[in-house]
């Protein structure tokens, strides 16, 4: 995905060959998305990130918390829909 997004948008830049690969990743994608960030901050979801192979929240998630029932679970057949979004 991120390679498709790179050469729609004309390939690396002079300035890429200076910078760590992940950068021209970043400026790819947020100049494709500039408010990610934002809305994801906005509607309560914190920052994602790695634990080991995995991802996972930086804090707590609001709209998480605010699925669960009186018995702290989150509702049967139903899962955080940020993780689904923000990961493939």
Do not use: H, Y
């Not at 910078?19 to 494709?32: E, H, Q, W």
């Not at 009186?70 to 979004?85: E, H, K, P, S, T």
Request: charged share 25%.
């Amino acid at each position: 995905m991120a390679v498709d997004m790179i050469q729609k948008d004309g390939g690396p830049q002079w300035f890429d060959k200076f910078l760590p690969p992940d950068r021209m990743i970043v400026r790819t994608f947020n100049k494709r998305w500039p408010t990610c960030a934002t809305t994801r901050a906005a509607s309560g979801f914190p920052k994602l990130v790695q634990k080991g192979d995995s991802w996972d929240w930086a804090g707590p998630c609001k709209p998480c918390e605010a699925e669960k029932g009186g018995d702290g679970q989150i509702a049967q057949g139903r899962r955080c829909n940020q993780l689904q979004f923000a990961l493939p």
